[in-house]
């Protein structure tokens, strides 16, 4: 217990804690554990005797026994076939099997041992990586650490722009490049997300007269991922919020509307074809309250589907921290 304890705050020499290892490879830190206890495959040296440090040859194996999981081939006979010598080629060794997002149809020698390989992450945090890996393995217990980790870390805002959103924007475009495969990772990576994001927010602010702002998506608009993002920022300053999900019909959201009253109204459209001018334009001339003191919503068009159907006079967000910042002004203190 010491040794873990040591391991995980970083005290000792060189190379990589098995915290540090867990999180660059999207596993549980009680998964590398358990590799190296059942199968072998800890780290060659020990610093101090004691202290499990992991070198950059230590990492190769177990991102080669996490391409190999992902694949589904078995725990242990993974772990034999990455402690088997690998034969050699012209352009160094080749992977016994090739990881599961290896682009179909590219050469086995060019392909990369990761898990996460093909995901064309680019230049993002480190946290995308080991999300993205855990995605791939359908890990449920390491994306969740991971999730929670990465919004505790980073706060909601920015963990959703350079953690969260460029991972489901690989993963959508892998499946969108795969002849439909990776469907099951895309959905289960965006449920999490969406249980990470119900998990941190803290409870829903008490209304204000005036001040709620709803939040839904158009009619046959189904993608409610932003739109639960915000909500939670928006809890998070305790701005009174409600949300009503995936396309909601025309009659329902008018009678919202009128029945809550809000400051703000935003509207997510993901395409343009659920895009709708005039359903933007009747919301937002719509009035309640009583005679003399009338009151509307500004109406806010969230989302890329409004590029093509931009309303004038409506403000439209260009991203989460924007559109944050725009209900602060518009919502009365």
């Known amino acids: 217990m010491t040794a873990d304890r040591n391991d995980e705050d970083g005290r000792g020499g060189g190379g990589l804690t098995t915290g540090e290892v867990a999180r660059r490879l999207g596993v549980a830190p009680t998964t590398v554990r358990t ?28 991102e080669r026994m996490c391409a190999l999981t992902a694949t589904g081939v078995p725990p242990a006979e993974a772990a034999r076939m990455v402690k088997s010598p690998e034969p050699p080629t012209p352009d160094g060794p080749v ?41 791939l393995r359908l890990d449920a217990a390491a994306l969740e650490d991971l999730l929670a ?37 895309e959905h ?42 915000l909500a939670a920022a928006l809890a998070e300053r305790q701005l009174p919020v409600r949300m009503f999900g995936a396309a909601l019909p025309v009659d329902s959201l008018v009678a919202a509307v009128r029945r809550t009253g809000p400051a703000v109204v935003g509207l997510w459209a993901q395409s343009r074809t659920t895009a709708s001018r005039p359903l933007a334009e009747h919301v937002a001339a719509m009035e309640w309250g009583v005679r003399g003191a009338r009151r509307k919503a500004v109406v806010m068009t969230l989302g890329p589907g409004w590029a093509g159907h931009a ?8 991203g989460l921290a924007e559109a944050v910042a725009a209900v602060e002004s518009l919502v009365p203190g």
């Open 188 to 229: 289960f990576l965006s449920w999490h997300v969406s249980g990470a994001l119900r998990r941190c927010a803290p409870p829903v602010a008490a209304d204000r007269p005036g001040a709620t702002t709803m939040l839904a998506c158009v009619p046959g608009e189904n993608h409610t991922l932003p739109l639960e993002v």
């Open 149 to 185: 980790t990465a919004i505790e870390a980073h706060g909601l805002i920015t963990a959703w722009t350079e953690v969260l959103m460029p991972t489901l924007q690989a993963v959508g475009r892998k499946w969108e490049n795969s002849g439909e495969r990776y469907v099951e990772v």
């Open 311 to 318: 309303v004038p006079g409506l403000p439209r967000p260009r």
């Open 95 to 135: 992977p016994v099997a090739p990881p599961i997002a290896a682009p179909p149809g590219r050469p086995a020698a060019s392909r990369r041992s990761r898990a996460h390989a093909g995901l064309r992450l680019g230049d993002v945090r480190q946290e995308c990586k080991g999300i993205a890996r855990a995605a």
């Open 35 to 62: 590799w190296d206890r059942r199968y072998g495959l800890g780290p060659d040296a020990h610093t101090g005797g004691t202290h499990r440090r992991w070198t950059p040859a230590d990492v190769a194996r177990l």
